[in-house]
C-alpha cells in the first residue's frame, strides 16, 4: 500500500548521482520558499555537527544518507538525513601525525559522487591536488588515484558508467578502466565561442550522452550532444533576470534544468529555448535567513522530492520541501 498521499503527483528515477522527476500531472514541483537548516549553520568549525564552505553534494536514496564536499575543512562527510553529527568518510587526516600518507588526505574538494559501479564508493574532485580519487567505504582498503596532474571541479557519472569531468579548457571522460581520458567537450583552449569553455565548474549528463555543464566565467550553462563538436547555449546572461556565476546542475522529467545561480544567490528553473529561467528558491539578497541563501554551490533530490542545497557562505546544508498547496 502506498503511504504517501502525494505519490499522484511525481515519481521520481535516478539518473547517475542525481533524480529525474515525472510528474503524472505533467505540471513542474514547487517547493515551499522557506528552508529548513539541516546541517551546519553555525561558525566554521571542524566539529562533526558543523561544516566550512560545503560544495558539491549528493544523495544515496536507499539510505537516506548525503554526502557533503566540506572543501576548506579538507574533507567528506557522510549525513544520515536527521541526524545531528555527521561522520568523516574520507580525508580529515591533517591534524594527524606527520606520517599519514598523502593518498589518505585531501585539499580542498570541489565535489562528490557516488558510483554504483563499483560497490558505492565515491569519486571525489580533489581539487588542490590536482586529482581525482576514489574512496572506499571499507577502511582496510586504500584510496585510488584515478587521474591526477590537473584541477578538476566537477564530476558526473554516465549510464554506461563512464566518468566525466571538468577541466580547465573542458570536459574530460574516461571509460571504466581506462587510464588516460578523452576530451568530449571544449578542449579549444579558453574562451566563449560554442567550441570554447572557460574553467567549467559543475556538470550534468543526460541518457543520451549530452553533457549539460556550468561554463561558470561565461555565465552560461552550455549543452554538449554526444559527439558534438560544439555546444549551444541552453542557458546564459549575468543581469538580474539571467545567470551570475552558476555552479550545480539537477534536470527534471520535462528536461528543465535546475541551476545553483551562485552570486544572485537562488535556485533557478530553466527551459531550453527560453530567456530567462524561474526562480524557485531565494534570490531576494545574500542572506542567512530561512528564504535566503548565500553563494550556493550544489543542489540535489531525495526521494519525495525535496530539495537540498549547500548553502556555502551560510555553511549550512539548507532543505526546501514540496510545496503541494
Known amino acids: ?46 566539529q562533526l555537527n558543523e561544516l566550512n564552505y560545503p560544495r558539491g553534494i549528493c544523495m544515496n536514496v536507499e539510505n537516506n544518507y548525503i554526502y557533503i564536499a566540506d572543501s576548506s575543512n579538507n574533507r567528506i562527510m557522510q549525513w544520515k538525513i ?19 600518507d598523502d593518498i ?10 557516488i558510483d554504483k559501479y563499483n560497490n558505492n564508493s565515491l569519486i571525489i574532485c580533489d581539487q588542490n591536488n590536482r586529482r581525482v580519487v576514489r574512496w572506499f567505504h571499507q577502511n582496510e582498503i586504500d584510496p585510488q588515484i584515478i587521474i591526477s596532474d590537473f584541477m578538476c571541479e566537477g564530476l558526473a557519472l554516465g549510464k ?30 579558453v574562451g566563449s565561442d560554442l ?26 550553462i552550455m549543452k554538449w550532444g554526444k559527439d558534438a563538436k560544439e555546444g549551444i547555449i541552453f542557458a546564459s546572461g549575468n543581469d538580474t533576470s539571467t545567470l551570475d556565476r552558476p555552479l550545480g546542475l539537477a534536470m ?15 535556485i533557478i528553473r530553466w527551459r531550453e529555448g527560453d530567456k530567462e529561467g524561474e526562480i524557485i528558491i531565494g534570490g531576494n539578497g545574500f542572506g542567512n535567513l530561512s528564504t535566503q541563501l548565500n553563494t550556493p554551490q550544489d ?13 556555502a557562505a551560510n555553511n549550512r546544508i539548507q532543505k526546501f520541501e514540496v510545496d503541494f498547496a
Open 160 to 189: 554506461d558508467g563512464s566518468l566525466y569531468i571538468t577541466i580547465f579548457d573542458g570536459v574530460l571522460r574516461l571509460n571504466q578502466g581506462d587510464k588516460n581520458g578523452i576530451i568530449v567537450a571544449g578542449g579549444n583552449d
Open 104 to 113: 589518505h588526505q585531501l585539499l580542498t574538494p570541489s565535489d562528490v559522487i
Open 252 to 266: 527534471d522529467h520535462l528536461g528543465q534544468i535546475y541551476i545553483a545561480d551562485s552570486l544572485n544567490h537562488r
Open 195 to 220: 567550441n570554447q569553455l572557460d574553467n567549467p565548474t559543475f556538470i550534468l549528463v543526460d541518457d543520451d550522452y549530452s553533457i549539460y555543464i556550468s561554463d561558470t566565467p561565461n555565465n552560461r
Open 82 to 100: 536527521g541526524s545531528n553529527n555527521g561522520e568523516i568518510v574520507a580525508g580529515g587526516n591533517e591534524d594527524e601525525d606527520e606520517d599519514v
Open 299 to 311: 543542489l540535489v533530490f531525495d526521494k519525495q522530492g525535496n530539495l537540498y542545497v549547500s548553502d
Open 1 to 46: 500500500m502506498n503511504k504517501n498521499p502525494h505519490s499522484k503527483y511525481f515519481s521520481i528515477r535516478i539518473i547517475h548521482h542525481s533524480f529525474v522527476f515525472f510528474s503524472l500531472t505533467e505540471e513542474p514541483l514547487k517547493w515551499k520558499k522557506s528552508g529548513l537548516t539541516i546541517i551546519g549553520g553555525g561558525d566554521t568549525s571542524y
